[in-house]
């Protein structure tokens, strides 16, 4: 749930996923800006996706005709007020998908979200992180590695024009990989919603400059805690004091030198323990970005060894977005760490050919015919 302190929006822990709740008046002013901008459009297609954002959209307040399934959460709407008119239309299409898709199992020719992982290796050895598996970090297991360039650009030549949002965060920390700046000039002005999680240790001023000159829509820092020693206790390897010196010189150059920047800042973290509080987080972190978050956690550093939850509900990234590791294996999700659900790999197949494909078809129906605590990771794993 989202509570208002100023101006900032601080999101409590749900179901798994990053839950935000409406701020009204935002939403309010942004679905007016949709109404003007698509007062009188004709020609749409039927079954477009946008089309169908729109009839949801477009349903008159306090209407008791139907419940409208897509609709604008706080996080969507500080995105769209920060897009140009020209670009709604690829946005909500987009969104749409995302958010709707995965209710109704309607599977795409390609996932809504493709998340990148520039590098399988970290820095940090969080408690509640896949990365303090030695079966994930032994080096002769061959899951360590950092991604090609030349791979990476393969890649966004396929997604672009076909997909709009791109997540560069996987299993490591992204700042490790050096050709991160170079990947970040080489997406600049190809999606709408690209996102790059950080651990913000290594954010220096070139890897800052980067990041602002590609004008991606989202930077994500993730921290857990704002005081110590609980910060460095979740964070193992990690240091307070040196990741909120890297993201104020981050927010100072941003409003220095980047004045126009349409970058969303959030720090975020994994609601792990009680001591944990979000009014901390939101105290200590609310003059240096825009959003405050928690996410629930999930067994990630257990998960193959994790007793049967009895969850039988299928998950919806199956339907929402695809990995794809630093070596171009294909995941679908970043829980199964060890890729024991698929032993696909780009660019032997293209990334349609593997959504699309046996494999993942195979997941999907086993989740559909409620055979999800057949499957590992899948017996463990709480989301849905």
Not at 41 to 55: C, H, M, R, T, Y
Not at 183 to 198: D, P, Q, S, W
Not at 226 to 254: C, M, W
Request: charged fraction near 30%; aromatic fraction near 10%; include cysteine.
């Amino acid at each position: 749930m989202a509570e208002l302190m100023g101006n900032q929006k601080v999101y409590k822990k749900g179901n798994s996923l990053l839950e935000i709740r409406g701020n009204n008046k935002s939403s309010h002013k942004v679905l007016q800006r949709i109404r003007s901008v698509y007062k009188g459009v004709q020609g749409l297609i039927e079954n477009d996706p946008l089309s169908k954002a729109l009839d949801d959209l477009l349903i008159e307040p306090n209407s008791t005709e139907r419940e409208p399934q897509f609709i604008l959460r706080d996080h969507v709407v500080d995105e769209i007020d920060r897009l140009k008119d020209d670009e709604l239309n690829r946005y909500l299409r987009y969104r749409y998908m995302y958010d709707v898709y995965p209710i109704n199992k309607i599977l795409s020719e390609y996932p809504p979200l493709v998340q990148i992982e520039p590098t399988s290796i970290c820095n940090y050895r969080c408690i509640f992180c896949y990365q303090i598996d030695p079966r994930l970090t032994n080096k002769k297991n061959s899951h360590m590695g950092i991604m090609d360039l030349q791979l990476f650009k393969s890649l966004v030549d396929e997604l672009e024009g076909k997909v709009e949002a791109i997540s560069l965060a996987s299993r490591g920390e992204p700042t490790i990989n050096k050709m991160l700046p170079e990947m970040l000039n080489y997406l600049e002005g190809k999606f709408l919603a690209v996102k790059v999680n950080t651990n913000a240790s290594l954010l220096d001023e070139t890897i800052s400059r980067a990041i602002l000159d590609a004008d991606i829509q989202t930077l994500v820092f993730s921290a857990d805690a704002a005081v110590e020693p609980l910060y460095s206790q979740l964070r193992v390897g990690g240091s307070l004091d040196k990741i909120t010196q890297n993201i104020e010189r981050f927010h100072k150059l941003k409003n220095k030198h980047y004045s126009d920047s349409r970058l969303i800042t959030r720090v975020s973290g994994v609601y792990y323990q009680d001591e944990q509080k979000i009014e901390d987080m939101e105290a200590y972190w609310k003059d240096l970005v825009d959003q405050v978050a928690f996410v629930d956690y999930n067994p990630w550093e257990n998960v193959y060894d994790a007793d049967v939850n009895g969850i039988i509900k299928p998950c919806s990234d199956l339907w929402r977005r695809l990995f794809v590791w630093w070596d171009g294996r294909v995941n679908p999700c970043d829980v199964d760490y060890l890729s024991t659900l698929s032993d696909e790999r780009f660019p032997d197949r293209s990334i349609t050919e593997i959504w699309r494909g046996e494999t993942f078809e195979s997941l999907r129906k086993n989740h559909l015919k409620s055979k999800r605590q057949g499957l590992k990771p899948c017996a463990g794993c709480a989301l849905v």
